[in-house]
């Protein structure tokens, strides 16, 4: 029998819109406060840190966001992406379950990073902003904001966490290429590079401590602001058009997800792909489960807890309501750096307190036997990251087969790993291992958050 293998839209079906679930959710997520006051931040607070543009759709409550017309121009590069029916996978697996996956590695980058990316360094440069810093973890998040600062002419400073710029030179050889300055993190560069450096002596360095350093060095400078690549609201909004595209391309399927699944690091791509499909809970009561697939080693969302907490190691970003391991948490160096990030979104954090998204937590050595059965069945090459959305899309088809049941499945494969090989090199060679957190470290750190509650 055929099946369509893969469901293309034409740059015209591109979505003009991006979806915005704070118009939908029944509990919307708490303010996030100044650390100073311990009251709402105040958009006065946030200036000198982030573009205006993206400040307004932080706080957005309007349901649909208009795509502006360059951005959409830029993604065109890119999108539509394809979605596909991971038919070799079910063979492989010998499952009724028909699974589907939203291809996000045709990026230029090799990830989804590029599509929050893009409108980012726009509404920077609208505004008349001339640097941009950020901070990036296995090198995804920088190379995509790169490209895009590339495109609309400004300068990029990157902190790139040590362990990551040791590990992935390739990926600081394409920030370079696309002309980006590149630091590794803690770096000498800022006062609080050097205070880590002196705290910390040999620390591999974490998202948290990099955002810290790309941070300070915006508030120094008025025409320097500071781009994130996950965990807030705008960040999420930018990456509904993975989950929009894939509504109309399920529709083209003839075929409407049971469950829908994504890795997480701070929520990026899990929101992306899964609230275009929560909207349909909230408009239809449709049953869909909506699945966060975290590493074993950084698990917020399984064990962490529900707190106000800094973004970054330092607290110079507001607290958040989040879940969290706490600020000060330092992961393990596992491959699949862009997971390695203390805490979730403000959004899907409240989603999951309200019961609305489930998280499982995995173990490095399942997320790579599921990246090589992916990778032998369907020819794509996972990053390690979206080896864990397919180890829990690959639990979900065997419980099919042991329940022998239909059931439609959508995962969002977030990024190729053919520049993450160093990583399959160690599991193939028998090098990696396991990682669970004793549950002492985790008290531990969070113990520490009772200091930044409000009253
Ligand atoms: C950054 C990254 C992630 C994790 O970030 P989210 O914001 O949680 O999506 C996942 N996969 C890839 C390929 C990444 O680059």
Known sequence: MKTTKKIVLSEDEM????????????????PPLNPKTRKPVTLSDLEPIFAKGLIEQEVSTE?????PEEVRN???????????????????????AKIYFKNESVSPVGSHKLNSAIPQAYYNKIEGVKSITTETGAGQWGSAMSIACKHFGLNLNVYMVKVSYEQKPYRKAVMNTYGANVFA??????????KMQQQFPGTSGSLGMAISEAVEEALKDPNTKYTLGSVLNHVMLHQTIIGLEAEKQMEIAGDYPDVVIACFGGGSN??????PFLRHKFAEGKDIRLIAAEPASCPKLTRGKFEYDFGDTEGYTPLLPMYTLGHDFEP????????RYHGAGSIVSQLRKDGLV??????????????????????????PESTHAIAVAIREALK?????KEKVILFNLSGHGLIDMMAYEDYLSGKLGDYEVPQSIIDESIGKLKDLQPE
């Open 270 to 275: 899990f929101g992306g792909i899964a609230l």
């Open 63 to 67: 349901r649909w966001i208009e795509i």
């Open 332 to 339: 393990a160096s596992i491959h699949a750096g862009g997971l």
């Open 185 to 194: 993190s803690p770096s000498d560069t800022t006062e609080i590079g050097r």
């Open 15 to 30: 979505p003009k819109y991006w979806y915005n679930v704070l118009a939908d959710m029944p509990n919307k997520p708490l």
């Open 74 to 96: 830029l993604y065109r590069i890119y999108r539509p992406t394809p979605l596909v029916r991971a038919s070799g996978l079910e063979k492989a697996l010998d499952t009724p």
């Open 400 to 404: 099919a087969k042991e329940e022998g």
């Open 358 to 383: 489930e998280a499982e937590d995995i173990n490095q050595t399942e997320t790579f036997q599921a990246g090589i059965i992916f990778a032998r069945a369907e020819g794509i090459i996972p990053a």
